[in-house]
């Protein structure tokens, strides 16, 4: 069992800039992909970026690329989402999700732990 803590979300400016966190407890973080998914209201459940197990290899959002940022410290059992140049259509509730295995997936089946979700709101 993987539980999954997101934190970091808020309410900021279009242009501006956050910082999600999310921090693992339980089983062996780095054997887990992990990746960022966001869901609007009235909207199906996206992944925004993913990353393998390793770290070394990472999947965008065509419409994130250039602006947002995955990383992950398996040290410190926590993966990160830099986004900058925020704009107001990436509002939503982001999520963590870690996936048993090497690779990293864009299909939200094939994540098997959630963490609880934090909003992200950005303004114009």
């Known amino acids: 069992q993987v539980r999954l803590v997101e934190s970091g979300g808020g309410l900021v400016q279009a242009g501006g800039s956050l910082r999600l966190s999310c921090a693992a407890s339980?089983?062996?973080?780095?054997?887990?992909?992990m990746a960022w998914f966001r869901q609007a209201p009235g909207k199906e459940r996206d992944a925004v970026a993913a990353?393998?197990?390793?770290?070394?290899?990472?999947y965008w959002k065509d419409s994130v690329k250039g602006r947002f940022t995955i990383s992950r410290d398996n040290a410190k059992n926590t993966v990160y989402l830099q986004m900058n140049s925020l704009k107001p259509e990436d509002t939503a509730v982001y999520y963590c999700?870690?996936?048993?295995?090497?690779?990293?997936?864009?299909?939200?089946?094939?994540?098997?732990?959630w963490g609880q979700g934090t909003q992200v709101t950005v303004s114009s």
């Open positions: 990353i393998s197990s390793s770290g070394s290899s990472i």
């Open positions: 999700a870690a996936r048993d295995g090497s690779y990293y997936s864009s299909t939200k089946s094939s994540y098997d732990y």
């Open positions: 339980g089983r062996t973080f780095s054997r887990y992909a």
